[in-house]
């Protein structure tokens, strides 16, 4: 499986920004989508997770209320709409994708990812 993830861009605080995350894949139904971001020098941190018809999404806390992560399976692409963006929100993203579908504490485990995009930069300016 193949990601690429774009999107990303410099952005002002309460800005907006809407990533995206597109597959070769073609069963990509088969697979649940997770957005998971690094800040230079630190671990990876979970951000949204969607399985593979959309019927549940999770998120961090951090981003709740926030972030929306969808999918467009016609289209075998992901979403992740950022609005009312915080410095702290300043990372790198990626998509990642799992076949299957999780519950619980594991979904927010970044090793439960199998297949991972190259990343897209999002800077948050104060």
């Known amino acids: 499986v193949q990601l690429q993830a774009s999107g990303g861009g410099l952005v002002q605080a309460g800005g907006s920004l809407r990533l995206s995350c597109a597959s070769s894949e073609g069963s990509f139904i088969d697979y649940s989508m997770g957005w998971i971001r690094q800040v230079p020098g630190k671990e990876r941190e979970f951000v949204a997770y969607i399985t593979p018809f959309g019927g549940t999404t999770v998120y961090a806390d951090s981003v709740k209320e926030r972030f929306t992560i969808s999918r467009d399976n016609a289209k075998n692409t992901a979403f992740l709409q950022m609005n009312n963006l915080k410095p702290e929100d300043t990372a790198v993203y990626f998509c990642?994708?799992?076949?299957?579908?999780?519950?619980?504490?594991?979904?927010?485990?970044?090793?439960?990812?199998?297949?991972w995009g190259q990343g897209t930069l999002v800077t948050v300016s104060s």
């Open positions: 990642a994708a799992v076949k299957g579908t999780y519950s619980g504490s594991i979904i927010r485990d970044v090793g439960l990812y199998d297949y």
